[in-house]
């Protein structure tokens, strides 16, 4: 397993010190029989056992690259009531064209006379080119049990392919300065039970919920976080989850009413926070905890 995948598990599970611990458990094992696996394996500790079990499923693959690939195929795949592929989908970049068209979005589309990010832009096509229907998309768009829904798939492959790129989200089109300040307006909006905006979370460095570190999503340095990682593979219940979800979850934390999937509102935030990101290398669809 490469040191940047195992760095990743041991973020994901904060243990670091085990960890250290561990690798030099086995290291001696190793020096003497390269049979790292089978020493570790062997450890009777408990986290440790669990840290093995995942680092047996990342030494396989990591688990976001198989969303990666579902989503390539159904991209290929004719596929709708129009049996049409995705293949003929401007993502902004031209008809077809994957490669760097996530780091670039949300953009204003003239076609649709709207701000799209990736997984509005992907929705539209699937209505528009193949004939589902949008209403049918929305009625469980975020994945749950052993369910992941198609666009899920689909956003996870188009962001792979901006994998190491640098952010640019477009502020040429009014429009798309307009969807910059409506999001920042939302992101400071104070309301609901608490009286709490994003602002209230998101709004300065260092903030903590338990144990979750709360990036600051305003300063130019952490805001990189708003799109690294998602879409992601969250350990937390092992599913796959884009950055669509993932604010819809901060609505639900904010104790706001969840706003319409794929709605302008969550074009307009992820313009706000895509900008604030600029200029950051975009790593790729990554793992959660
Ligand atoms: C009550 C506190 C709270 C509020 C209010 C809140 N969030 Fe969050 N947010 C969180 C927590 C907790 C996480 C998860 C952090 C983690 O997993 O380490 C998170 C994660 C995120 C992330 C992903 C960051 C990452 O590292 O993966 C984004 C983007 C985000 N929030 C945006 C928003 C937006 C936009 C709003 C307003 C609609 C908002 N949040 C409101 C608590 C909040």
């Known amino acids: 397993m490469t040191s940047i995948k195992l760095r990743a598990v041991v973020a994901l599970f904060g243990l670091a010190l085990v960890c250290a611990a561990q690798a030099q458990q086995a290291a001696a094992p190793k020096k003497a029989a390269t049979q790292t696996k089978k020493a570790a394996n062997s450890s009777p500790s408990a986290i440790a056992a669990e840290f093995e079990k995942f680092r047996d499923i990342m030494e396989d693959a990591s688990p976001a690259e198989l969303f990666e690939a579902k989503g390539e195929e159904l991209w290929k795949m004719k596929r709708g009531p ?58 469980k768009p975020f994945s ?15 962001a792979a392919n901006s994998r190491g790129m640098k952010i640019a989200v477009p502020q040429k089109h009014p429009r798309e300065r307009e969807a910059f300040n409506v999001g920042k307006e939302i992101f400071n909006y104070r309301a609901g039970p608490w009286d709490f905006s994003c602002d209230t979370c998101h709004g300065e460095s260092g903030l903590r919920i338990r144990t979750q570190d709360l990036p600051n999503l305003t300063s130019k340095k952490e805001a990189i976080a708003a799109f690294q990682s998602w879409p992601g593979y969250r350990m937390t219940g092992g599913l796959m ?18 706003p319409g999937y794929v709605s302008e509102t969550i074009s307009d935030l992820m313009t706000y926070l895509g900008v604030n990101a600029n200029g950051h290398v975009y790593k790729g669809p990554g793992i959660k905890r």
């Open 241 to 258: 989850h884009s950055l669509q979800w993932r604010l819809n979850d901060c609505f639900r934390q904010q104790r706001f009413p969840e």
């Open 144 to 158: 749950s049990g052993s369910h992941t829904p198609d666009p899920v798939s689909l956003v996870t492959y188009v």
């Open 82 to 139: 129009k049996n049409a592929s995705l293949e003929q989908c401007d993502l902004g970049q031209g008809r077809g064209v994957v490669k760097g068209a996530y780091v670039r979005m949300p953009r204003y589309f003239a076609d649709a006379d709207q701000v799209m990010d990736a997984e509005r832009r992907i929705v539209y096509c699937m209505v528009t080119l193949q004939g589902f229907k949008e209403a049918d998309l929305a009625k």
